[in-house]
């Protein structure tokens, strides 16, 4: 009998603790960062703002928008993990020129609904397929998308930020498929849209 006690206040000592550190902020882990955090206040939850505030403004302020398709399976050469650049090889990149198809993506990237909104992490190997890069002046941030995992990632010269882009699938597909109507495997990941 004592020993059903023990169990039952341990779940209830770690259930509260857990509470306790969700309501602190405590729930950085369900995103990655790729440089070191110094302290926890420092990361915010990734949902509860979308983006880091320099990553929205990368976005909003864009001059040009290229979309690139991306070979993430490249074996590892110079063209891998470069800062602020997509992992693999870039097999084809255009400038946007449309511009609705430029503010809907800008659109579907800042909206908060657009991410899961859960602290799970997800666990997966990043591989990105496509990618999107704004472009100011000498600055740029690239989106780059993993249908392999639904993975998200956006990244700069000094660091990245992963999100679960599951919710971003369809419309991020209907967009890559605008851009290069005429491509073989974009027709293919897009086939059921």
Request: aromatic share 10%; glycine share 4%; proline share 5%.
């Amino acid at each position: 009998m004592r020993l059903k006690t023990t169990k039952a206040m341990t779940k209830r000592i770690i259930l509260l603790i857990s509470a306790i550190l969700f309501m602190a902020g405590v729930t950085s882990y369900a995103i990655t960062r790729g440089k070191a955090q110094e302290s926890i206040e420092e990361s915010p939850s990734p949902y509860s703002e979308l983006l880091p505030d320099s990553y929205r403004t990368a976005i909003l302020s864009a001059d040009s928008i290229y979309w690139m398709l991306i070979d993430g399976w490249t074996p590892s050469d110079s063209t891998n993990n470069v800062p602020g650049k997509p992992i693999g090889e870039i097999l084809d990149k255009r400038l946007s020129n449309d511009s609705v198809l430029n503010e809907n993506i800008k659109d579907l990237l800042l909206t908060p609904t657009s991410f899961s909104n859960d602290s799970m992490v997800k666990e997966c190997t990043f591989i990105p397929d496509f990618g999107i890069m704004f472009v100011s002046g000498s600055d740029s941030l690239v989106m780059s998308y993993s249908t392999y995992c639904d993975m998200c990632r956006f990244q700069t010269k000094n660091d990245f930020w992963d999100y679960d882009g599951t919710l971003l699938r369809d419309s991020l597909f209907s967009m890559l498929k605008k851009e290069f109507p005429r491509d073989k495997y974009v027709r293919n990941i897009t086939r059921h849209l």
